[in-house]
């Protein structure tokens, strides 16, 4: 692992005071810019700093949230959002060049995705919560899914539209603060 540069590592702690920032602001429910953050931080960093990155940001927010204490939820929370910096990471290394309708495309579908697969992890959660309360785990499974169905259906609706129009202009404007320039060209791999 490379060692980050001071440019980047203030860099890394502006994005985590943003994404706190906003994560922590009184918002509609599942709506929310952290995945989009994770994922810019996982194809900044790489794929582990990203997963902590994410991590990190779930773990403050599940203390701090105007939703209330995230409680047993928070260790679901934390794998579910550093599975999404994990991914940027892999992406990083798969696509060319980041100005293109292609690009963006291509993150509104993994957007989506990572937020299916994030729900699908927290709604585990909540039946595991339902069980140890006592429902049996099968009605657990179905209550979770069934009460959780609306709330997924505006995160990865929103996660779409945010992956799909915010991913390139934070890129763009990432390469213009300090630790960012070195982003990528539109002709070389993200990893070059």
Known sequence: MPILSIRR???????????????????????????LFTFLVGILYGGIIGGFFGGFVMFVNGFLSPWGFAGFMMPF???????????GGIYKRYVV??????????????????????????????????TLNGTPWHISLILAFSMGAPFSLV??????????????????????????????????????
């Open 9 to 35: 590592i203030a860099l890394l702690s502006v994005l985590t005071a943003v994404s706190l920032g906003i994560q922590l602001a009184p918002r509609p429910p599942n709506v929310e810019f952290t995945s």
């Open 77 to 87: 929370q934390i794998v579910g959002m550093a599975i999404t910096g994990f991914a």
């Open 97 to 130: 060049g980041a100005h293109s309708a292609q690009v963006c495309a291509e993150v509104a579908v993994l957007g989506a995705f990572l937020t299916l697969l994030y729900d699908i992890i927290t709604n585990v959660g909540v039946a595991v919560s339902l």
């Open 155 to 192: 995160h990865i609706v929103s996660n779409i539209a945010l992956f799909g129009s915010g991913f390139i202009p934070l890129i763009k404007a990432l390469k213009r603060v300090p630790g960012g320039e070195a982003l990528w060209s539109e002709k070389e791999p993200l990893h070059s």
